[in-house]
Nanobody
Framework: QVQLVESGGGLVQAGDSLRLSCAAS????????MGWFRQAPGKEREFVAA??????????ADSVRGRFTISRDNDNAKSTVYLQMDSLKPEDTAVYYC????????????????????WGQGTQVTVSS
């Protein structure tokens, strides 16, 4: 079992930056592929970014590529995945969730939300115009 806790959300203006954090506990963090998703009111949860076990591979949704950066710190004292969000737009407004995929499989990064096993409670990001 892995527990995930997101933080760092808030209310910002268009063009500002935010960094979200997701702290993991319970198991060896470096064994898990991680991802960020978001869900706006009335919409389905959508993929934002994903990162491989070591952090060597990443993948982004087209809508955030070039503006957002996913990274991770596998040090036992940190066990955290980050989402640096720059040049924020009003359409980035959503609840942001981090997710972890159980060990196993050979896919370095996972975009399909149904393949993740653990989810955080979410953190609200609101971007005003």
């Amino acid at each position: 079992q892995v527990q995930l806790v997101e933080s760092g959300g808030g209310l910002v203006q268009a063009g500002d930056s935010l960094r979200l954090s997701c702290a993991a506990s319970g198991r060896t963090f470096s064994n898990y592929r991680m991802g960020w998703f978001r869900q706006a009111p009335g919409k389905e949860r959508e993929f934002v970014a994903a990162i491989s076990w070591s952090g060597g591979r990443t993948y982004y949704a087209d809508s955030v590529r070039g503006r957002f950066t996913i990274s991770r710190d596998n040090d036992n004292a940190k066990s955290t995945v980050y989402l640096q969000m720059d040049s924020l737009k009003p359409e980035d407004t959503a609840v942001y969730y981090c997710a972890a995929a159980d060990p196993g499989g050979s896919t370095y990064v996972i975009r399909n939300k149904n393949l993740y096993d653990y989810w955080g409670q979410g953190t609200q990001v609101t971007v005003s115009s």
